[in-house]
Every structure is written in structure tokens, then in C-alpha cells.
């Protein structure tokens, strides 16, 4: 067996040390829920169906891919281009996107520890001695002058690897907001088609109470005529009035919940109320999505943006549990230090000026009355608490979706009934004021006919909106496909040296496989 000399003996202990391992536990993704179905019952293949305007039937396809623009499905050019408008402008998605900037940066710097730090030092002084303390370098003179050049080197060595931990919870946590930017990106979409079909709903609400307040003053005019000829009682024209003036009371709440849908619609684009108009949707400018997506539930967890930052979040505790459990262990460190001290500033490096030093430390924690331990254990609860709370952020996506679908099936079901009181209340209203003129019927039953018309026009105005919020609830639900969006509105490409999100998310898929 071959002898190792003295020399080599610190030399192997150096590389033994530096041989840094990681402690703390090594994080794997969770598994997705092994869940088939969203809903306790299989879901029908298509909804209901209306002979109206936004009445199609909707079929439900599984694994149907989302794309990235999924607002476009709706067909109308002018909520594209305020969709287009409001990620360039909204200053709340501008925020995040700094947010997520700035978390890079903490990573990089972050980083940094792993390299030696360097610093160079000039420390120029001058000083007064006593008569009886001489200064020898400046030959017995009580005044002189001392120059000082020195290079600093410092370096820890991650022997058990808390920077390595603390630099993976700070990239989990950049993932963090990265999905979080995603989320952003498909919350204020939503929000806008949402605002855009509120306020065609609230707009097409005002259009059919106008109608019912013109027929309400015909027929008022009729009563009126038929009061001067003595063919009815002046209640029945008082009556009318005050049905008439009842209706006209609504049109001011309409109007005022249109003016705020309006408004909203600017501010999310980012933009000032009094600087722009945003366009006057309808629900008939919409075109409803014929076909919509059902993602595998296996696939759920990989797309919805929640789920991968609550996931990033529990990176980024288990990554803290090996940073406190790397307190509590040994901690080394290499200082070197070199330089010139000389009493005039050309004598600097000159032979017999120079200086250096070369130290090594090693300090092990040994009583810290509990502090390392517990904030051990504080950590480790910490990571208890975000697994618990990413799990409940799976249920609720679950359920989000499940919520989504059933709506979407109820939504169908409610258009086509109100599409049929619709109908039928009109032709009971025809008949009513046909029977009236004729004085088969008294007042009180046109009133009534009038009013259940009423309700039954603002109720499939309101079951048509339903259908576009939900359906694109729906696209939000299942992540709004985020992943095809690997550059942003100006096409450019991703950051160099940052993966893309439809990088990222296949690299995440080939893990899982």
C-alpha cells in the first residue's frame, strides 16, 4: 500500500472537506390525484340548446387542448383587441411582471456565494508620535505619513450545502411568481370578457325594457282614449300610469350598472375613464364557443397556475428545512489577505513592503440556547403547513372546474326554459291586450300579462350572459393556456438563459414521465 507523506495529509483532509454534501430533504414533486371525473356523475357530451343567439349547444371534448388566446374563441374583434390592450397596459400585470423580475435577481445574487469575495483596500494616514515613541520608519520625526494596499479574499465553503438550499428556495420561489404572472395573465382576461359580457347583458336589458316601456305608453294612450270615450274607469288609467312609471324607475339602475361595467372595462385596460371609450358591447356581437375543452384531471395540476405556485411554495419550505438543519452543523471558512505598507506612496511594493496571511476557520455551534433548534423545528412545521395548504389548493381547482361544468349544463338548461316564458308571456300579452280592447278581460290581467313579460325578457337576457361568463370561466378553470404563451404580446422571445413557459412545462412533463 503506497505511504502518503506528510504533505499530502492536509492537502487530502482539504479535499475531504470541500467534498460539501446537502443536507435537508431533497424535494419531489407531489403526484397527481388518481381522480377519473370531476363530477360525483358523468357529465352529458353536449348542453341544451335555445333557438336564440348564443342558444347553441355546447359540446364538452376531453383532452382538448386551450390556446393561449383563448378570448378569440368568442369572435369579436373589439374584446380582442381590449384583451391585446390591457396586457400590454393593465399596471397591476406590469407589477407582477416586476415582481417576478426581481425574484431572478435575488436568485443571481443569491449565487454569488458560491464564488471567493475580493476586495481591494488603500488606506492612506497620517499621524502624530510622542517624543519618547519615535516613529522608526520615519527616521525619529514626530509627523509621517503610512500607506496601506492590501487585496482581501474571503470564502465559505458550502461544505454541507445551506447556500445550495437557500439558492433552490429562492429559484422555487421565483417559480412561485412566475405562476403567479401566469395567473395574472389569465385572471385579467377573464375579467375583461366577464366586464364585456355584463355590460352587453345590462345593454341588451336596457334595449328590452325600452320596448316594454313603449308598449306600456301605447297602451296608455289606448286607456286613455278609451277613458275619454267612458269605455273604462279612470283607476284603470292611473293604474297603468303607475305600472308605466314603476318600469321607467328601472331604466336608471341599468344604466348606472352599464356606466360601472364601462368603467371597469377602461381601468382594466389600463387606462384612464375620462381618456376612452371602450366599445358597446352586446351579446349578439358574441359568437358562443360551439366546442369546449375538459382537461384529463391528471393534467389539472400541471396547468392551472395556483397549483404550480402553491407547488413552488412547497419547494421552496423544503428547500428551508435543509437550510436550518445546515445552520446547526459545522461552519468553515478560508480568509487570505495581501498587500504593501510603506511610508511614501512610491515605495509602495517595493521589496520589503509586502505582507500576507492565510487563515482557516472552523466553528461548530454549541450552545445557542435552543434558538438553531427550534427555528429546525419552525421550519419543518412551516413545510407541514404549505403542503396542507397545497393540497387544499388542488381540492379547490377540482372543484372549480367541477362548479364550472355543472354551470355550464344548468346554464343551458336555464336559457332554454327562459327562451320558452319568454315566448309564452308575449303571445299571453297579445292575447291579453287583444281581449282588453275587446273588454272581454278587465285591466288587472293585461297588467299581469305586462309584468310576467317583463320579467321574462330581463331573465333570458341574464341566462344568455350566464352562458359566455361560464363558458369562459371554463377556459379559466382549466389554466387558460398559459403554456402556448412562450412570448409575450410583442413576440419576442424569452429572456437568454431563462427557459420559456412551453419549455418549462415540457421539462416538468418529461420529470413526470
Known amino acids: ?96 411582471q416586476a415582481s417576478l423580475r426581481a425574484a431572478h435577481e435575488l436568485v443571481y445574487a443569491q449565487q454569488g456565494a458560491f464564488f471567493p469575495s475580493v476586495s481591494a483596500n488603500y488606506s492612506p494616514s497620517r499621524a502624530k508620535t510622542a517624543a519618547s515613541l519615535a516613529s522608526v520608519p520615519s527616521s525619529g520625526a514626530y509627523l509621517y505619513s503610512l500607506h496601506t494596499a492590501q487585496v482581501a479574499v474571503s470564502f465559505v465553503p458550502d461544505v454541507f450545502g445551506a447556500n445550495r438550499r437557500q439558492v433552490e428556495s429562492l429559484e422555487a420561489q421565483a417559480e412561485a411568481q412566475r405562476f403567479q404572472l401566469e395567473a395574472a395573465y389569465v385572471t385579467l382576461a377573464t375579467n375583461i370578457v366577464t366586464a364585456a359580457v355584463q355590460a352587453g347583458s345590462l345593454r341588451d336589458q336596457i334595449t328590452a325594457l325600452e320596448r316594454v316601456i313603449a308598449l306600456q305608453t301605447d297602451q296608455l294612450a289606448i286607456m286613455q282614449k278609451q277613458l275619454a270615450l267612458g269605455e273604462i274607469a279612470e283607476a284603470a288609467v292611473v293604474a297603468q300610469q303607475a305600472s308605466l312609471a314603476q318600469t321607467q324607475t328601472q331604466l336608471p339602475a341599468l344604466r348606472k350598472q352599464l356606466a360601472v361595467q364601462d368603467d371597469v372595462l377602461i381601468a382594466l385596460g389600463g387606462r384612464l375613464p375620462g381618456e376612452h371609450a371602450p366599445p358597446a358591447f352586446t351579446l349578439a356581437a358574441l359568437k358562443l364557443p360551439g366546442d369546449v375543452p375538459l382537461s384529463l384531471p391528471s393534467k389539472l395540476v400541471e396547468q392551472r397556475p395556483d397549483v404550480r405556485a402553491a407547488e413552488a411554495d412547497l419547494h421552496a419550505a423544503s428547500a428551508q428545512v435543509g437550510v436550518a438543519i445546515a445552520n446547526m452543523l459545522p461552519q468553515f471558512s478560508l480568509d487570505a489577505n495581501a498587500g504593501s505598507t510603506a511610508a511614501h506612496l512610491s515605495d509602495l511594493f517595493t521589496s520589503g513592503t509586502g505582507f500576507w496571511s492565510i487563515a482557516g476557520n472552523i466553528t461548530q455551534p454549541v450552545f445557542e440556547g435552543g434558538t438553531l ?141
Request: aromatic content about 6%.
Open 373 to 513: 433548534l427550534h427555528r429546525k423545528r419552525a421550519a419543518e412545521a412551516a413545510l407541514d403547513q404549505t403542503a396542507a395548504q397545497y393540497r387544499a389548493v388542488v381540492v379547490a381547482a377540482f372543484q372549480n372546474v367541477a362548479d364550472t361544468l355543472q354551470a355550464l349544463q344548468w346554464d343551458a338548461e336555464s336559457l332554454r326554459a327562459a327562451v320558452d316564458a319568454e315566448r309564452s308571456t308575449q303571445r299571453s300579452v297579445d292575447i291579453a291586450r287583444r281581449q282588453f280592447e275587446l273588454g272581454d278581460v278587465s285591466y288587472l290581467s293585461l297588467l299581469a300579462a305586462d309584468q310576467a313579460y317583463q320579467q321574462a325578457v330581463i331573465a333570458r337576457t341574464q341566462a344568455e350572459a350566464n352562458r359566455y361568463s361560464d363558458t369562459a370561466a371554463l377556459y379559466q378553470a382549466l389554466g387558460g393556456g398559459w403554456w402556448h404563451r412562450d412570448a409575450d404580446a410583442s413576440g419576442e422571445a424569452a429572456p437568454s438563459g431563462k427557459a420559456n413557459t412551453a419549455q418549462l412545462i415540457k421539462a416538468d412533463a418529461r420529470e413526470a414521465h
Open 1 to 96: 500500500m503506497a505511504r502518503i507523506g506528510p504533505y499530502r495529509l492536509p492537502i487530502a483532509c482539504a479535499a475531504l472537506l470541500l467534498q460539501s454534501c446537502t443536507v435537508g430533504p431533497d424535494f419531489v414533486r407531489p403526484a397527481a390525484p388518481d381522480a377519473t371525473r370531476y363530477t360525483s356523475e358523468p357529465l352529458a357530451p353536449q348542453t341544451a340548446s335555445a333557438d336564440v343567439p348564443g342558444g347553441e349547444a355546447q359540446r364538452i371534448v376531453e383532452a382538448l387542448d386551450i390556446p393561449a388566446q383563448w378570448w378569440t374563441l368568442f369572435q369579436s374583434l373589439e374584446l380582442d383587441d381590449l384583451v391585446e390592450q390591457a396586457l400590454k397596459a393593465n399596471p397591476n400585470l406590469q407589477a407582477a
